[in-house]
Structures are given as C-alpha cells and as structure tokens.
C-alpha cells in the first residue's frame, strides 16, 4: 500500500492542557480508517488539524511524503471535509451550493456544472438540485453536505460524524456513498459514534483517549487480538480500553 497521509508526534496545547499528545499514524492510499474514543479524546482537534483550520503545537503531517506546511496549497485542493455542522448555504439551491463550493478550487465554468451535476447524482439529490435546502430533511442535508465536499474529487476525505440525527434510509444511503467513493479511490478517514457503521464500511480501526492513541489495527485483527480476554466484539474492546461505552456519545 502507497503511503498517503502520515502523522508524526502530534500535539496540541491549550494553555496548560494538552488535548493531543504525542500522536503518530499513517493513513495508506485505499483505506477507510475508523476514528472514534469517547468525549474529549481529542479527536476533533486533530481533525481541525488535518483540516489546516487548527494550529498544531508540535509535530508534523506529511502528505505523499512530503510537510504539508510547504505544500498547503496542494493539500487542500486534494483534501475533502465533511464536518459535523452541516455547511451549506440556505439560500442558495442545492445546484448553485454544489457549483459555489466546486468553484473555490478554479475550475472553469462548464467544469464546474458537470462536477457539481456528477456529485448531486451520487449522493441522489440530482432531481432535487433546484430546490432550497430549507426544504430539505436532516439526511438530505447530509447527503447535500457531502456533494459540497466531494465536487473537486478529492483525494483524502475527512468524514466528522456525517449521520447524526438521520433517518436509517440517509444513514444507508450515506454508508453506500462512502463504499463507492473509496472503490473509485477517494481514501477515509470517517470519525462515528456508531459503531456499527464503522463495522461496515472501516478497513482499520484507530482508538483515542485523553488525546493518545490506545489501538491502531486491521479491523478483522482486533477481535483475534482481543478473544484470549473474552472481548469478542468491537463495544467490548472500545468499554474495556476506555471505560466507556462509544454509542449515544456527543462531542
């Protein structure tokens, strides 16, 4: 596997409180990669991070091997986020909110309709394109979310809790989304506090807490890893290693 994202002693303080702490993982091309812990992990300040929209304290992310501090540019134009708040622009249609967001990464105009036309038809909104998003239920917004994020093609597509407070239907229409995405090459990260969707679509599975990385692993090795303590599912392990429960959580 070609290595595409690597992180090297992560850390992130706030005064005196050190949220990430020394963290390092790689991310290779093709894979999705669960992230989850409990409130206060530090999890969504290393996607801030990621993001480029968080200042790191100390450490260092490469991209394709190379910082990305000399490379922001090409970083970002390669990078997709789908974030917890949904973002998009309510007075705007859905078309014009796709076409608005595909622009920021300077295509041309015709480029533009084609790209943000191919990613409403993926996320199945292509019908429902000249409609304001007010009008929209919590998963179609969602789904509206995610075509904003995926119009450039992105490279590397960071996915923060994108099915809180979905019907089941947005939910698995989301889920198959991201397995489509990740079979056309578009590798994930994908931040849940469901575990059982990162049973079902996570290659690998990346556990935080109290901003350091407890496990690292191939999700079909954690239980094998895990059965001589009669931890048998991913739940049991997540309780045992944080001594909380990941489900219902919010952060």
Known sequence: ME???NVRNLRKQYGEKLVVEDVSYVVNSGEIVGLIGPNGAGKSTMIK???????????????HKAS??????????KLGIVPQDIA???????????????????YKKQEVKERAQEALEFVGLWERRKEMPGKFSGGMKRRLNIACSIAHSP???????????????SRNHIMESIKKLNAKGTTVIYVSHYMEEIEEICNRIIIMDHGR??????????KEKYRAKNLNRLEDIFLYLTGTKLRDEEE
């Open 68 to 77: 990305i501090a000399n490379q922001v540019k090409k970083y970002k134009s």
């Open 213 to 222: 990385i407890l496990e690292d692993e191939a999700k079909d090795k954690f």
């Open 88 to 106: 998009i622009y309510e007075d705007l249609s859905a078309y014009d909110n796709v076409k608005f967001f595909c622009s920021l990464y300077g």
């Open 155 to 169: 490279e590397l597509l960071i996915m923060d809790e994108p099915t809180v407070g979905i019907d089941p239907q």
């Open 3 to 5: 290595e595409l994202l």
């Open 49 to 63: 991070i990621l993001a480029d929209v968080e200042e790191k304290t100390d450490g260092e992310i490469l991209f």
